[in-house]
């Protein structure tokens, strides 16, 4: 119990040190006219308050990732609490700030934009398509998996109807503009998500539940090795290259550049403290990772820990936060998706977004090619989005090392973050099944030498503008 006081302080700590640490380093100036503010074109370019921004974006990065991910990391023990703490603080914190305020600077511009001003013009096309592919997954999976919830709900509902009914929705939410309806339902739901977690909490302290304290030990039921593995599960709580493309959206909306700490780095170190409640209540309530592991296989996954957690802890307004989190979280992450996936595809081909006309031809072709992704069993495919999302991350944190020690600055920051994801996510690549299968006698120190590598390049190759100015 002790462990978990300890990671949800240093959590909250993060933000005022740590926070404040690579805000400066960035070099924040609230005397600069943002993107919000300078191109305002009432659409995407919308100025709001500093609290919807707070909790549109927590609801958009977080989702079901900080609850699904970390219930499934929660299989390995409370090895999990140190990667959602120190990925939290040093990883997806930093992550998600650069991501945000390297947009502000150029013009809210999508992120394989900003990673071609830094990295050059192959990463900028490689991590567009990558992009792009992760937005419609994210989108077609988050519209599959609330619409079989639905139906379940509604007896006597066909899942079709409601396939057709959340497209419809997505399809809205992406059209109109932001303030008009994520700027107003969203802060509603993100605000829920976190009275979810903070209920969760009350039950599991106030019904005599017991959470364990930390250790290194791995606790897995089937043996899965903590390396790479664990650091691929937990990926919302912790670092997820996905909440690099939603921080461009409200980057076009913040009227300060002092805000971002708090909308980017602060809602990461929410997302964070999410994470470790829902790992710290998949542990405490079912006793063993081997009990967490039966039910799970039992009632539907993470979903059905989910929804069990809820009523037990909770009763009939457990039940109510149980809906919210597996229907409406997802559905939120999945409009935010393609929206996020017209605005990259808009700054690629250098399409103004104003006009109606324009945001429907890139929409409606999108959402055509979503729709029939739906029919697709996405058993297979979807194994390879957890690495997907981390290689994006991946890269990004190599964007931000870039810009740091092009100005020269102090790059370790992201610099360190960045070959740790580069050793994780090849050496994923190299032991998962679905990459190359290789043994960890191999996998791991080929993985190990191609972080080494990156390191090198980046150390050799980095340049420095004495000048320090930037666009």
Not at 263 to 274: D, K, L, P, R, S
């Amino acid at each position: 119990m002790v462990s978990f006081f300890v990671a949800i302080f240093l959590l909250i700590a993060s933000y005022f040190v740590y926070g404040r640490f690579v805000e400066r380093l960035f070099g924040a100036d609230g005397q600069k006219v943002t993107p919000a503010v300078r191109m305002n074109d009432g659409v995407d370019y919308v100025p709001m308050p500093t609290w919807k921004l707070f909790l549109i974006q927590f609801l958009n990065i977080a989702g079901l990732g900080p609850i699904f991910g970390a219930i499934a990391g929660a299989l390995w023990g409370p090895a999990a609490f140190f990667w959602i703490v120190l990925g939290t603080i040093f990883a997806g914190g930093v992550h998600d700030y650069f991501s945000g305020m390297l947009s502000m600077r150029h013009n809210g511009l999508s992120i394989p934009e900003i990673v071609g001003i830094y990295m050059g013009s192959g990463p900028k096309r490689f991590l567009l398509g990558f992009t792009v592919v992760l937005l419609l997954l994210v989108g077609v999976v988050f519209v599959g998996g609330p619409a079989r919830l639905l139906q379940g709900l509604i007896p006597g509902s066909g899942l079709s109807l409601w396939l057709y009914i959340i497209f419809a929705y997505y399809l809205i939410a992406t059209l109109l503009p932001i303030d008009k309806l994520i700027g107003r339902l969203y802060p509603v739901f993100g605000a829920s998500l976190l009275l979810m977690a903070l209920g969760i909490t009350g039950g599991i302290l106030f019904k005599g539940y017991t959470i364990p304290e930390v250790t290194f030990s791995n606790l897995h039921p089937n043996e899965l090795p903590i390396w790479p593995l664990m650091f691929i599960t937990i990926a919302c709580g912790a670092i997820s290259g996905f909440h690099s493309t939603q921080s461009p959206i409200m980057a076009r909306c913040c009227k300060n550049e002092k805000l971002g700490k708090k909308v980017f780095y602060g809602a990461m170190v929410a997302e964070g403290i999410v994470a470790l409640i829902w790992a710290a209540a998949a542990m405490a309530f079912f006793g063993t990772t081997d009990g967490l592991a039966s039910f799970m296989s039992a009632h539907g996954e993470q979903a059905g820990v989910v929804n069990h957690i809820s009523i037990s802890l909770l009763g009939p307004a457990g039940s109510v936060l149980a809906i919210l989190g597996v229907v409406f979280c997802p559905v939120s992450s999945g409009d935010t998706a393609f929206r996020s996936a017209r605005l990259t595809i808009a700054d690629f081909i250098n399409l103004n977004q104003k006009s109606l006309k324009n945001r429907l031809m890139i929409a409606i072709p999108m959402f055509v090619v979503g729709f029939v992704l739906t029919q697709i069993d996405f058993q297979v495919i979807w194994r390879y989005f957890a690495w997907s999302n981390q290689t994006i991350a991946m890269l990004v944190l190599w964007t931000a090392a870039v810009f740091l020690k092009k100005f020269n600055k102090f790059h370790w920051v992201a610099t360190v973050p960045a070959v740790f994801m580069t050793a994780v996510t090849t050496t994923y690549l190299m032991v998962a099944p679905e990459g190359f299968s290789l043994s960890a006698t191999v996998s791991y120190p080929v993985g190990i030498l191609l972080a080494a590598m990156a390191f090198l390049f980046f150390i050799l190759n980095g340049k420095k503008d004495s000048t320090n100015r930037m666009r």
